[in-house]
């Protein structure tokens, strides 16, 4: 069997709205943008500079981490403020995540109540269930746009990237207007503003305000609802799993002081909560197929001939529930994660965030953000399912561009 090496294509598109196999292209003018699913010298030009930056930003470091442990505090209060009210994880969860990046990228937070944050996290879930992984009629029989724009969802596309796109360019224009060399290490668009400035007599340059917006609506597409949702799902499963919950509680009080804030470096500490946060991304996969891939060259993969450039997608849901590695994959034991010394093992075929160099740009924050606020929550409150409640939180997931839970209840209770 011969292996293809193969390379990421790009997966939206800006106005155009024409789909490419269970993806839409982003492009303009026949020209990929983005970081997320471009390849090539462009992939890498910038996908360095947004790595780059967000590393002198702070990505990874204290920074990030003192930022996740203000939007805590924050949603600890604000659970606090329900006093016992039942209340769907999911939808209070978003709002927190989405500060983080919101504030690496722009340089400032948005309040909880600002209409914008709100229209924000509308115009991403909606974009994200607005067609499943087979892209919908829309994918398969393409040439109907140009007939019934409306049902088959080319309209609908299109309206989603351009109130997107008007979103972010009122943020980028303020930022071009505020313009100083001393804010350049800010925040990402500051940096991104001086990198077209250096190169504004080069005529190939491809730093661009369109590039940039596409490049911000990779950074929340990829990161926003893929990380609360993984919390949403973590705080169901322990709702279920009563016993999962009291394991991790007594891991967590046994490290913690009860007003001492969590980080990432505690992960090493808690192993079996770090094997349950593993157990939830590989049980649910709720990101059902990796980043696109293109052939570089005709080769054979299982039989099956494929053509140079031909778009391979990888389903991940046959490797996280296979069962001749897992051996029970059906089962939610977060103990598979664990050898005899209760250290974190078996993970080469766990692969939520992708492998090698084309892996998530936002895996750090991700796992940042996953175990601090479920780390933070379980310090302060145990989880229950409301008294009387007629129906249980449900396993299986609502489909999408990524999966999700059905909306569920659960209790807060103070500790």
Same mark, same amino acid.
């Given at each position: ?32 943008? /983005? ?24 990505? @990874? ?58 229209? +924000?996290?509308? +115009? ?11 892209? /919908? ?15 088959? /969802? ?9 109130? %997107? ?72 499963? %322990?709702? %279920? ?36 946060? +593993? ?11 990796? @980043? ?61 965030? /992708? ?44 489909? @999408? ?15």
């Amino acid at each position: 069997m011969q292996y293809p090496a193969v390379r990421e294509v790009h997966s939206k598109e800006v106005f155009d709205g024409r789909p490419n196999n269970f993806f839409i292209r982003l492009r303009t003018m026949g020209t990929r943008l /983005g970081v997320t699913c471009t390849d090539g010298p462009f992939w890498a030009e910038h996908r360095n500079f947004v790595t780059r930056h967000l590393r002198q930003a702070g990505y @990874g470091k204290k920074p990030m981490q003192l930022q996740i442990q203000n939007e805590l505090n924050e949603l600890i209060g604000i659970i606090r403020d329900l006093k016992d009210q039942p209340v769907w994880p999911g939808s209070i969860l978003p709002t927190s995540v989405i500060n983080v990046l919101w504030t690496f990228t722009t340089g400032s937070r948005i309040a909880r109540d600002d209409e914008r944050l709100t229209r +924000l996290l509308s +115009l991403l879930q909606n974009r994200s269930k607005a067609f499943d992984m087979s892209g /919908g009629i829309l994918s398969q029989l393409p040439w109907l746009r140009h007939f019934a724009p409306e049902w088959t /969802g080319y309209n609908l596309l299109k309206r989603f990237n351009k109130e %997107l796109n008007d979103f972010f360019m009122i943020t980028i224009d303020k930022h071009h207007q505020q313009y100083t060399e001393d804010k350049c290490n800010d925040d990402l668009i500051y940096a991104y503003i001086r990198e077209m400035k250096n190169k504004q007599d080069d005529k190939s340059s491809t730093f661009t305000d369109l590039q940039l917006t596409m490049i911000i609506l990779d950074i929340f597409i990829a990161g926003s609802q893929t990380t609360s949702i993984t919390i949403d799902l973590a705080l169901m499963m %322990l709702v %279920l799993k009563p016993s999962i919950q009291n394991k991790i509680r007594e891991e967590v009080d046994a490290n913690f002081q009860p007003d001492e804030l969590p980080q990432q470096t505690d992960r090493t500490n808690l192993p079996y909560t770090e094997a349950f946060l +593993l157990e939830v991304q590989r049980y649910f996969h709720i990101v059902p197929v990796s @980043g696109p891939r293109r052939a570089l060259e005709d080769c054979t993969l299982g039989g099956f001939r494929i053509p140079k450039n031909t778009t391979v997608l990888m389903g991940l849901r046959t490797v996280h529930m296979d069962p001749e590695h897992w051996g029970d994959p059906e089962e939610f034991r977060p103990e598979r994660f664990l050898d005899t010394d209760y250290n974190i093992t078996n993970i080469e075929r766990l692969m939520p965030f /992708g492998l090698a160099r084309r892996r998530c740009l936002g895996e750090a924050l991700a796992r940042a953000c996953m175990f601090t606020f479920l780390v933070g929550l379980i310090q302060k409150f145990s989880f229950r399912i409301p008294e009387n409640s007629l129906e249980k939180p449900c396993l299986k997931l609502l489909p @999408g561009i990524t999966s999700s839970p059905k909306p569920y209840k659960i209790v807060f209770v103070p500790r």
